[in-house]
């Protein structure tokens, strides 16, 4: 899901945040314990621009000169010649190409010294939203909404793997 997780992350880390987990955060039966899983950012070009101390980790320089060089290339074409063979290969596939403009980055790159136990206390919970305002809205919220709110969303991330079981089960 795309929701900003990565932005929100290093926003918090521009303020002092202690990391505990990117992507999974497992907590406790009693809910006074976080634990993070391990793991990498997945950091695009303009995040990187933004915060000039994240450098990419791997060789991703030079695929991504050639993937800016074919996208201003198919922009600059005329429409027509998009229509037609390679040219019409290029457009279609430039989409994906511009998905591969990312690259990983180690929670210690962003965090220093504040990333290292993946262990916490759950003293604030953010829940990230996409809405169509372009507006950032922070608001407190009740115990039982916010519950609300992450079981639907939990919800929402499975659709794909329960229809999926489904469709088996009616097979067998």
Known sequence: ????????????SQYGATYVGGEWVLLSPD???MYG?????R????QRRNLSHLQPSGGN??????????????????????RFGPFKLLRDGMPALR????FRVEPKAVFGDRCGS?????????????HSDERILIERAEPATVADQ??????????ALMSHYRASIRVS
């Not at 900003?4 to 918090?12: M, Q, T, V, Y």
């Open 43 to 46: 950091m695009w070009e303009w």
């Open 61 to 82: 320089a030079g695929i991504f000169r050639l993937i800016r060089f074919l996208d201003a290339a198919q922009r600059a074409m005329p429409e027509a010649w998009l």
């Open 99 to 102: 998905r591969q403009l990312n």
């Open 37 to 41: 899983l391990p793991g990498t950012f």
């Open 118 to 130: 993946l262990r916490g206390r759950p003293d604030k919970i953010f829940i990230g939203m996409v």
């Open 31 to 33: 809910g006074n314990t």
């Open 150 to 159: 992450l079981a639907c969303a939990m919800e929402f991330e499975l659709t």
């Open 1 to 12: 899901m795309k929701s900003g997780k990565s932005e929100a992350l290093l926003a918090f």
